[in-house]
């Protein structure tokens, strides 16, 4: 058995399996199929100030080895996770992060200050990278200036473990993981769904009801690859990687591009087991090429 | 039965004609109690193209073999290749997912509305209902005479009534052009229906005007099935629900459509 545990900032995981948010409710949904305490953490879904209802139906389309959805953060609120949601999750031996995102600064704000007062909650991952809303989300991810004026602010209210979500709609990812760094990040997870679109010839119509929406899945792996290789050679923090991974084989090469953990996104709708089975994938692979730990491979590209 | 996903044996696969297939799957595990209304989501392995599972309602139960069947009407490649399934093969399959329909408590007479592959979430439900001595009746409406299957299985549980688009059987016209829906409705003390859209809005409209209870089964596009990606909600009087966890099965006061 080799070495699994890995350190972001102050978050001690188990092992460097997380889920990622949008992709395993709240956990609690997974009761049926896995022991959620064995993961190294999960990323609840994207939560907001206010309650959201999210986008108009048909939210999903599938596409050549992904999918395309439009969700738009529904959620329930910040409040109600904090008073509904977050006491059935003290069960968990893991360590839960909770997906922050706004329209506004003040909206980050108010629901990272909510998040900072929650003690099992040893971190957040600020969303700035929501391709399915029309004020903020992706907007903030998007340029340096706004990438400052939100991670900045959200630091001076959060006290601990921020990692910042980064979106892969942007033409120089190395420069905005920078600036991310640079005003507060902790770490840097990537990459979010890229904004795409799916028509329905026979119709003439766009098969969602937003016309666009963010693309996940097998076939966003090589520019989620790239882009995770990329931010590692920018920046000091450690990266979450993610974007199509299926199995043990594809978080290895995450790993190799520079990611120190990686999350597990639309694999949990096709498995609900496969991050049990990444993370046994990943210690056979150590054993296989007699590594005694996962950090023998992070950065291990052989150029 | 709490939700498992589980490779499932093919024991048997029943064409009922070009388009319409029937998969009995075998788990090697007991069966718990799986209820009328609960679906099951299918892997199609080894598809270049189908990449999510496919959702079916559970058409049928054995608790003595420990079978589920699924009813399957091919519309496009996900259907096609499970309709190829080869007796002895494997299903990855999880189930059982989503609610159930409320059954009478006590003896009623209620009428069930079925079109197209929905009249799959109808069999086990209208043999549950028979089973607790309920006067079931059982209107199916299709485009001909060739697609309406499985009527014998159908009329154990109840009488059956048929419309055809193009009147090659039973009356002419949609469902609601038939009798029991129409002059007949106010016999019965409930309806359930599942089809497409235009036809369970129709229902849906008949009985509100009569104030009759009626519930829906209905579809959505699934990513997960489990209620984790949010992607199948239906608007309901209490925000957006999600078809897969807290349907398929609405009743149609809590639902917001214009009917
Ligand atoms: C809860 C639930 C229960 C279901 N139960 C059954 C059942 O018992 N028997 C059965 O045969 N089918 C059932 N369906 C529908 C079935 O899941 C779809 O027919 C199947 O997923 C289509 O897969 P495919 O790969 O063959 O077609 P695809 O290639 O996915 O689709 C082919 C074409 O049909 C359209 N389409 C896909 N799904 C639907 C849909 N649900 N309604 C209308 N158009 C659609 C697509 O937009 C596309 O144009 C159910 C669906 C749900 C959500
Ligand atoms: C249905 C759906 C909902 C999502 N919701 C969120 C969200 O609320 N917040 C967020 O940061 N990412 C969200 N994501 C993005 C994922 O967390 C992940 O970044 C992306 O799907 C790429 O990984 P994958 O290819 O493994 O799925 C969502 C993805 C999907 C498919
Ligand atoms: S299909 Fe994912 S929540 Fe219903």
């Not at chain 2, 007479?109 to 028979?130: N, R």
Request: net charge neutral.
């Amino acid at each position: 058995m080799g070495d699994l545990t890995v350190n972001i900032h102050n978050l001690k995981l188990k092992n460097p399996v997380l889920t990622a948010s949008g992709t395993f409710g709240y956990g609690l949904e997974y009761d049926d199929f896995i022991d959620v305490s064995r993961l190294g953490g999960i990323v609840v879904k994207g939560t907001t100030i206010h309650p959201r209802q999210g986008n108009e139906y048909p939210r999903m389309a599938e596409t050549a080895s992904g999918m395309l959805n439009s969700v738009g953060l529904q959620n329930k609120g910040a409040k109600y996770f904090a008073t509904d949601i977050y006491p059935k999750l003290l069960k968990y031996d893991t360590n839960i992060l909770v997906n922050v995102s706004g329209s506004t600064i003040e909206e980050y704000i108010a629901c990272a200050e909510i998040i900072n007062e929650l003690d099992h909650i040893p971190g957040i991952e600020l969303n700035i990278s929501c391709p399915n809303v029309k004020e903020g989300g992706m907007a903030f991810g998007t340029s340096c200036a706004s990438i400052d004026a939100v991670v900045s602010a959200v630091r001076k209210v959060y006290h601990k473990t921020m990692v910042v979500k980064l979106s892969p709609n942007v033409t120089d990812i190395g420069e905005l993981a920078r600036a991310a760094e640079a005003s507060g990040a902790d770490s840097l997870s990537l990459i979010n769904t890229l904004m795409a679109m799916a028509i329905d010839a026979e119709r003439r119509k766009p098969i969602l009801a937003t016309i666009t929406g963010g693309l996940s899945g097998p076939a966003v792996k090589p520019i989620a690859l790239r882009q995770v290789w990329e931010v590692s050679k920018s920046v000091k923090v450690p990266i979450i990687g993610m974007g199509g991974i299926m199995n043990a084989t594809d978080a290895i090469e995450f790993f190799l591009a520079g990611a120190s953990a990686i999350q597990v996104g639309t694999a949990n709708y096709l498995d609900p087991m496969i991050t049990i089975k990444i993370i046994d994938g990943i210690d056979d692979y150590l054993n296989r090429h007699k590594f005694s730990s996962i950090h023998d491979i992070i950065g291990g590209l052989q150029l | 039965m709490r939700k498992t996903v589980q490779n499932l044996k093919v024991i048997a696969n029943l064409r009922l004609n070009d388009d319409h297939h029937i998969l009995r799957l075998q788990s090697a595990d007991k069966l718990e109690q799986i209820h009328p209304g609960q679906f099951a989501n299918l892997l199609v392995a080894n598809s270049s193209t189908v990449f999510l599972r496919r959702p079916f309602s559970i058409y049928s139960v054995d608790y003595t073999l420990n079978t589920i069947s699924v009813y399957i009407k091919i519309i496009g490649e996900g259907t096609r290749a499970l309709s190829k399934a080869v007796v002895g093969s494997e299903i990855d399959t999880m189930f059982p997912l989503g609610n159930k329909f409320t059954l009478p408590t006590e003896k009623e007479k209620v009428l069930l509305v079925g079109g197209g592959s929905g009249v799959a979430s109808l069999m086990s439900l209208a043999q549950s209902l028979h089973a607790k001595s309920n006067e079931v009746a059982i209107l199916i409406g299709a485009r001909s005479s060739k697609d309406l299957v499985e009527l014998d299985e159908f009329s154990k549980f109840g009488t059956v009534y048929t419309t055809t688009e193009d009147g090659t059987q039973g009356v002419k016209g949609y469902v609601t052009n038939h009798p029991v829906l129409d002059l007949e409705l106010s016999a019965f003390q409930r309806v359930y229906s599942c089809g497409p859209e235009p036809m369970m809005k129709a229902v849906a409209k008949k009985a509100k005007e009569k104030s009759i209870f009626c519930e829906l089964s209905l579809e959505n596009t699934m990513a997960c099935g489990f209620g984790v990606c949010l992607c199948c909600i239906t608007k309901t009087i209490d925000g957006h629900k999600c078809v897969c966890t807290e349907g398929p099965v609405f009743n149609i006061n809590i639902l917001k459509w214009e009917i």
